[in-house]
């Protein structure tokens, strides 16, 4: 049972505090949480579970916000962990984002919603579709109405429908002229390229996200082409495990509109679309830079959105980098952003200047680490396949389309 939920901003202040049971939990927590993250920064963010003095503390961070839960009873960590997660993608879906000014400006509507998710220190209502029956998201109407009449609230006076349902993750007896579903692969890939061009890591983290509005009560069934490659699974709740388990079948009922129907991985690729080579050499006070960019594996389609990006070492006093293609922006957090956009065919972009370091160093003797983003339309570059998407139980026809991204992720080059 959870016993309070804070919302943290960058400063460590508190933007939001929840309390869920009898027993209060004092905003010293926060404090004793803040001065462990900045003691220990790297190491202490990556612990979802801490043990404090006092309570056991369940922290998500998300957009720069800390999601922060907190409990003196057993309890199933991951449970915990999974409603704050629902609790970040509740917000970011309303809110149409997730920053300190829109928490803020929302507070109301934040605090009903975590009345309707969390009854009593125990998760209840999740599901998206029922949540935004009960709770209207904010619109510019609505805050004009509630500064006419002076009610705050946005809470409907009826219940949901689909909460006495088998489906409480559809929205009760939906109606469309026109039936249609749209299954979308969208994935992101993570490699680590060592300073002799090595790939050491390249996985894919990637997602099937459904767009659909149909009629009724729709049994829907999913099939790839090379469903082996998958690894580390997660499905939404719509989704029967036993034909997955058996014949590797997405079986389900789909929520009504858009929602992530299943998330996956696929491991140890041997390739990445684009190369990035930098090189460094300093003597004398000064360091000259090199980075050239080109098409490494061709997808068979466009590349474009382009970026490259480092951190300056901090014993860099200025830079002059100039590029024949893009444009260079330094930053003042000593952040240089190169942006590419569409690899040109007949010319690789590279990216050359001079920096200078601080008074007495000869030779540079920390190196940049390069962020690489980009993105493919059309292709998924894990491999993966839909095979087919089938209707069950419903007489009519509906039209369906699929589209794959791939985008960089946590794409690093060492130098």
């Known amino acids: 049972m959870l016993q309070c939920i804070f919302l943290l901003s960058d400063s460590g202040e508190v933007m939001l505090e929840k309390q869920l049971s009898g027993h209060r939990?004092?905003?010293?927590?926060?404090?004793?949480?803040?001065?462990?993250?900045?003691?220990?920064?790297?190491?202490?963010?990556?612990?979802?579970?801490?043990?404090?003095?006092?309570?056991?503390?369940?922290?998500?961070?998300?957009?720069?916000?800390?999601?922060?839960?907190?409990?003196?009873?057993?309890?199933?960590?991951?449970?915990?962990?999974e409603f704050l997660c629902r609790v970040a993608d509740v917000l970011n879906d309303y809110l149409g984002g997730l920053n300190e000014d829109l928490i803020k400006d929302n507070f109301v509507i934040v605090y009903e919603l975590l009345d309707e998710m969390i009854d009593n220190g125990f998760p209840l209502t999740t599901e998206l579709n029922i949540l935004q029956e009960m709770i209207a998201p904010p619109n510019i109407v609505s805050k004009v109405l509630s500064v006419v009449t002076g009610s705050s609230s946005n809470v409907s006076d009826t219940l949901p429908g689909a909460t006495a349902s088998l489906v409480?993750?559809?929205?009760a007896d939906p109606k469309y002229a026109n039936n249609e579903i749209y299954v979308d692969l969208v994935e992101e890939m993570d490699a680590t390229i060592n300073r002799d061009g090595v790939l050491v890591k390249c996985e894919i983290n990637g997602e099937v996200q459904v767009n659909s509005h149909i009629t009724g009560l729709p049994d829907l069934s999913l099939s790839f082409k090379n469903p082996s490659i998958l690894d580390d699974v997660r499905f939404h709740p719509c989704v029967r495990y036993r034909p997955w388990e058996s014949d590797q079948i997405l079986s389900f009922v789909p929520p009504d509109g858009q929602f992530k129907l299943m998330s996956?991985?696929?491991?140890?690729?041997?390739?990445?679309?684009?190369?990035?080579?930098?090189?460094?050499?300093?003597?004398?006070?000064?360091?000259?830079?090199?980075?050239?960019?080109?098409?490494?594996?061709?997808?068979?389609?466009?590349?474009?959105?382009?970026?490259?990006?480092?951190?300056?070492?901090?014993?860099?006093?200025?830079?002059?980098?100039?590029?024949?293609?893009?444009?260079?922006?330094?930053?003042?957090?000593?952040?240089?952003?190169?942006?590419?956009?569409?690899?040109?065919?007949?010319?690789?972009?590279?990216?050359?200047?001079?920096?200078?370091?601080?008074?007495?160093?000869?030779?540079?003797?920390?190196?940049?680490?390069?962020?690489?983003?980009?993105?493919?339309?059309?292709?998924?570059?894990?491999?993966?396949?839909?095979?087919?998407?089938?209707?069950?139980?419903?007489?009519?026809?509906?039209?369906?389309?699929?589209?794959?991204?791939?985008?960089g992720g946590e794409f690093e080059v060492r130098s």
């Open 25 to 81: 939990v004092d905003r010293s927590i926060c404090a004793w949480f803040w001065d462990q993250s900045i003691s220990q920064p790297d190491s202490f963010k990556q612990q979802p579970v801490i043990a404090s003095p006092t309570h056991y503390l369940f922290q998500v961070l998300r957009e720069g916000i800390t999601f922060l839960a907190c409990t003196q009873v057993e309890m199933p960590p991951l449970m915990a962990i």
């Open 168 to 171: 409480p993750w559809r929205t």
């Open 264 to 407: 996956y991985r696929v491991r140890k690729l041997k390739n990445t679309p684009i190369y990035v080579k930098p090189q460094l050499t300093s003597e004398g006070g000064t360091c000259r830079l090199s980075v050239l960019v080109g098409i490494k594996n061709d997808p068979g389609k466009t590349i474009d959105s382009v970026t490259v990006e480092f951190q300056l070492p901090s014993c860099i006093l200025s830079a002059d980098l100039t590029s024949n293609h893009g444009v260079v922006n330094i930053l003042g957090n000593k952040t240089c952003s190169w942006s590419i956009g569409r690899i040109p065919k007949d010319k690789a972009p590279s990216m050359s200047g001079t920096l200078v370091l601080e008074t007495g160093l000869e030779r540079l003797h920390v190196f940049p680490t390069f962020q690489v983003g980009f993105r493919i339309m059309g292709i998924a570059l894990s491999g993966l396949q839909i095979d087919k998407l089938d209707l069950k139980t419903v007489p009519y026809r509906f039209y369906k389309g699929f589209r794959a991204l791939t985008r």
